[in-house]
């Protein structure tokens, strides 16, 4: 029933999905940031499944246009047995420590399960884990009574005080007799009822995509997937009109009372280096002082000239100005470790201007006989943090980065994740499938696009293959494929950029199995880490590391005596 609406009303969305939930958002994390600014909501929430991998992308948005905004997850809850139904709790963090207390939980779900899943009963949450977060209750609409009147005593139970029953409204047939349900359940357990719009996209002509993802998940074309797709294009970001049109204005109101007790922000993440690198009486800035004159006194044994000297002081003053201190110590840490290994290493890249990366055995090239500035590698000016790439023997590289995991533990060192996004010619496979295209001719579009042909698809291609690009199936191929390139498809970890921390890792960021046994990678990739400010140590390898060491170990053997690369 449609409402005439005096004003438009203040909303929050509450429950919204990005394209980080894998195969299911259809939208960037940007866009639904930006739509809901347009439309004038008061915040927005991103909740997707299980997961924080588009948060910061969603928080970069959202301080360039001024929205604030929520952050929070949620999960399906799988029954135990058949007297209980299948819900979404969706849970939202209110301030720091319920932000840590919701990272660390999907961190057990995920770590808990292969690589890309998780699996929740009922069992495996208690209120106390999820301390300082809110909970919505969304039930599905196939619960009976009993069940639903068995899952408002459990939210009530372990979430007191801070719980609501989030209630979507579709435009569906059922869509009052869902509400007069819920509404009986509210009264009966006192859990207060609130508007939530399930969102899977910003706006509704993103609902053919929408499809597109969902066959591409079942792995099914579309004609094939019946009740696996979305009904309707109403899971978007509605305009304020239509949502006083649709839902009542006390649920509407509620969306405010809920974003009223959520006040985390990125902002408050305070990144912290591991503390075990400082040995006792030392601070981080004289132990760092200490060893890079004892690297120096190695390096010009004959004495250091005073102009290399003048470098170092200005190096390191820089170096405690910005607090990298420890950066630097766990480097030069690793480095030693590989070191007394013979594990053989290099130092590369802007790092190889620093004198002090010199004295410290990062580097083996000495910027004093270069004319090179520091502040290539390191400037006040730029604000962005240093970057050494270190290379190890790749053969044996898997030792370092078990010490790092042995050195620090599970709970504080992880990889950085690496977003694999969809490229022209994975989308156009997808997509291609999705809309029934048989796998050859797919195959030769795919093949067809060249790679300086960009990003873009270009429709000659098509004419090359003998493909009519205005036949409106080739049109959809066409737009369809535009939409998704750049869409994230899964995560998998980058080639060696590690995480460490002083605390737990799992309360700034979720961490969760790769698909290498015996590592860890966390949700966000080294974009989001400069974002956030957390730092990462490259431990990469390098095959050529692993000749030179076979070829000094050959030499040795021949001459009878041992080589190195300092020899």
Same mark, same amino acid.
């Given at each position: 029933?449609?409402?005439?609406?005096?004003?438009?009303?203040?909303?929050?969305?509450?429950?919204?999905?990005?394209?980080?939930?894998?195969?299911?958002?259809?939208?960037?994390?940007?866009?639904?940031?930006?739509?809901?600014?347009?439309?004038?909501?008061?915040?927005?929430?991103?909740?997707?499944?299980?997961?924080?991998?588009?948060?910061?992308?969603?928080?970069?948005?959202?301080?360039?246009?001024?929205?604030?905004?929520?952050?929070?997850?949620?999960?399906?809850?799988?029954?135990?047995?058949?007297?209980?139904?299948?819900?979404?709790?969706?849970?939202?963090?209110?301030?720091?420590?319920?932000?840590?207390?919701?990272?660390?939980?999907?961190?057990?779900?995920?770590?808990?399960?292969?690589?890309?899943?998780?699996?929740?009963?009922?069992?495996?949450?208690?209120?106390?884990?999820?301390?300082?977060?809110?909970?919505?209750?969304?039930?599905?609409?196939?619960?009976?009574?009993?069940?639903?009147?068995?899952?408002?005593?459990?939210?009530?139970?372990?979430?007191?005080?801070?719980?609501?029953?989030?209630?979507?409204? +579709?435009? %569906?047939?059922?869509?009052?007799?869902?509400?007069? =349900? !819920? $509404?009986?359940?509210?009264?009966?357990? #006192?859990?207060? *009822?609130?508007?939530?719009?399930?969102?899977?996209?910003?706006?509704?002509?993103?609902?053919?995509?929408?499809?597109?993802?969902?066959?591409?998940?079942?792995?099914?074309?579309?004609?094939?997937?019946?009740?696996? +797709?979305? %009904?309707?294009?109403?899971?978007?970001?509605?305009? =304020? !009109? $239509?949502?006083?049109?649709?839902?009542? #204005?006390?649920? *509407?109101?509620?969306?405010?009372?809920?974003?009223?007790?959520?006040?985390?922000?990125?902002?408050?993440?305070?990144?912290?280096?591991?503390?075990?690198?400082?040995?006792?009486?030392?601070?981080?800035?004289?132990? +760092?002082?200490?060893?890079?004159?004892?690297?120096?006194?190695? =390096?010009?044994?004959?004495?250091?000239?005073?102009?290399?000297?003048? *470098?170092?002081?200005?190096?390191?003053?820089?170096?405690?100005?910005?607090?990298?201190?420890?950066?630097?110590?766990?480097?030069?840490?690793?480095?030693?470790?590989?070191?007394?290994?013979?594990?053989?290493?290099?130092?590369?890249?802007?790092?190889?201007?620093?004198?002090?990366?010199?004295?410290?055995?990062?580097?083996?090239?000495?910027?004093?006989?270069?004319?090179?500035?520091?502040?290539?590698?390191?400037?006040?000016?730029?604000?962005?943090?240093?970057?050494?790439?270190?290379?190890?023997?790749?053969?044996?590289?898997?030792?370092?980065?078990?010490?790092?995991?042995?050195?620090?533990?599970?709970?504080?060192?992880?990889?950085?994740?690496?977003?694999?996004?969809?490229?022209?010619?994975?989308?156009?496979?997808?997509?291609?499938?999705?809309?029934?295209?048989?796998?050859?001719?797919?195959?030769?579009?795919?093949?067809?696009?060249?790679?300086?042909?960009?990003?873009?698809?270009?429709?000659?291609?098509?004419?090359?293959?003998?493909?009519?690009?205005?036949?409106?199936?080739?049109?959809?191929?066409?737009?369809?494929?535009?939409?998704?390139?750049?869409?994230?498809?899964?995560?998998?970890?980058?080639?060696?950029?590690?995480?460490?921390?002083?605390?737990?890792?799992?309360?700034?960021?979720?961490?969760?199995?790769?698909?290498?046994?015996?590592?860890?990678?966390?949700?966000?990739?080294?974009?989001?880490?400069?974002?956030?400010?957390?730092?990462?140590?490259?431990?990469?390898?390098?095959?050529?590391?692993?000749?030179?060491?076979?070829?000094?170990?050959?030499?040795?053997?021949?001459?009878?005596?041992?080589?190195?690369?300092?020899?």
């Amino acid at each position: 029933m449609n409402r005439a609406p005096r004003s438009l009303p203040d909303y929050v969305e509450l429950r919204c999905l990005s394209n980080f939930t894998f195969l299911r958002g259809a939208s960037r994390p940007e866009e639904l940031v930006e739509r809901a600014h347009a439309l004038g909501y008061r915040a927005l929430a991103i909740t997707d499944e299980c997961s924080m991998a588009g948060v910061v992308r969603a928080h970069g948005a959202a301080k360039a246009v001024g929205l604030p905004l929520l952050l929070g997850a949620q999960f399906g809850i799988q029954p135990r047995d058949a007297t209980e139904a299948v819900f979404t709790l969706v849970v939202l963090a209110q301030n720091l420590h319920g932000y840590g207390n919701l990272c660390a939980f999907i961190t057990k779900l995920r770590r808990a399960s292969e690589k890309g899943t998780y699996h929740l009963t009922l069992d495996h949450i208690t209120g106390a884990e999820l301390t300082d977060c809110l909970a919505l209750l969304c039930p599905e609409r196939t619960a009976t009574d009993a069940q639903l009147e068995a899952l408002g005593r459990w939210t009530l139970s372990h979430f007191t005080g801070r719980c609501w029953i989030g209630v979507e409204q +579709l435009r %569906r047939l059922d869509d009052e007799l869902w509400l007069h =349900r !819920l $509404r009986s359940l509210s009264e009966l357990t #006192a859990l207060p *009822l609130v508007a939530v719009g399930d969102v899977h996209m910003h706006v509704r002509s993103r609902k053919p995509l929408q499809d597109v993802l969902t066959a591409t998940r079942i792995g099914k074309p579309l004609t094939e997937c019946g009740h696996a +797709l979305q %009904r309707s294009a109403e899971q978007h970001l509605r305009t =304020r !009109l $239509r949502l006083a049109q649709t839902f009542p #204005a006390d649920l *509407l109101a509620q969306t405010l009372q809920v974003a009223a007790r959520c006040s985390f922000s990125l902002d408050e993440l305070k990144y912290q280096y591991p503390a075990e690198v400082v040995p006792h009486g030392h601070t981080a800035a004289s132990y +760092l002082r200490q060893m890079t004159y004892e690297g120096a006194g190695r =390096r010009w044994p004959q004495g250091i000239a005073a102009p290399v000297q003048a *470098l170092i002081e200005h190096e390191l003053a820089l170096i405690c100005e910005l607090r990298y201190e420890h950066y630097f110590l766990t480097v030069y840490d690793i480095v030693a470790f590989a070191r007394s290994r013979h594990i053989l290493c290099q130092g590369r890249g802007s790092a190889a201007n620093s004198v002090v990366c010199y004295c410290l055995g990062v580097t083996e090239v000495d910027p004093a006989r270069m004319s090179v500035l520091f502040e290539r590698f390191i400037s006040r000016e730029r604000n962005e943090p240093p970057d050494i790439d270190i290379d190890f023997e790749h053969d044996r590289r898997e030792e370092v980065i078990q010490y790092l995991y042995q050195k620090y533990g599970r709970d504080r060192a992880a990889l950085t994740a690496a977003v694999i996004s969809y490229r022209p010619k994975s989308a156009i496979r997808d997509v291609g499938k999705a809309l029934g295209f048989d796998l050859a001719t797919v195959d030769a579009i795919a093949k067809g696009q060249k790679w300086f042909d960009g990003t873009g698809l270009r429709p000659e291609r098509f004419a090359e293959l003998g493909i009519p690009a205005d036949d409106l199936a080739v049109r959809q191929l066409i737009t369809l494929t535009q939409q998704l390139i750049g869409f994230p498809r899964h995560l998998s970890q980058h080639t060696g950029g590690f995480v460490l921390t002083q605390g737990p890792l799992c309360r700034m960021v979720p961490v969760e199995n790769a698909a290498m046994p015996h590592r860890t990678v966390i949700e966000w990739d080294k974009d989001d880490l400069d974002a956030a400010g957390l730092l990462k140590v490259d431990v990469l390898a390098l095959g050529m590391l692993s000749a030179i060491r076979r070829a000094l170990d050959l030499i040795g053997l021949r001459r009878g005596q041992v080589f190195s690369m300092q020899d």
